[in-house]
Nanobody, 127 residues
């Protein structure tokens, strides 16, 4: 079965950190760009960050620039989202998604084109 599985979510105080993982099973991530998305209650899903298959050209939403870092370890078939200086407005369900783009140096910050999606992991930032 081909799937992505997120982990690492939880409850953290404002200013704290979490690292989310996105592990692939049933296929290799080598040629896949990875995107991280989030959806807060009552809001539409939004792109947070993405990284190309080659590991270059990471993109970030303005709201997380300087605080979040996306990375990947193809040897472990896993991508990560390091989240620092968390704010209450970062509270959401976080999803990872995978896509093969013609340009392996490209990733998309939008929902379009992503073939595989994980089930999501809850991140709650609260004091």
């Amino acid at each position: 079965q081909l799937q992505l599985v997120e982990s690492g979510g939880g409850l953290v105080q404002p200013g704290g950190s979490l690292r989310l993982s996105c592990a692939a099973s049933g296929f290799t991530l080598d040629y896949y760009a990875i995107g991280w998305f989030r959806q807060a209650p009552g809001k539409e899903r939004e792109g947070v960050s993405c990284i190309s298959a080659t590991g270059g050209s990471p993109n970030y939403a303005d709201s997380v620039k300087g605080r979040f870092t996306i990375s990947r370890d193809n040897a472990k078939n896993t991508a990560y989202l390091q989240m620092n200086s968390l704010k209450t407005e970062d509270t959401a369900v976080y999803y990872c998604a995978g896509a093969i783009f013609r340009d392996l140096h490209y990733c998309s910050g939008g929902n379009q084109g992503y073939e595989y999606w994980g089930q999501g992991t809850q991140v709650t930032v609260s004091s």
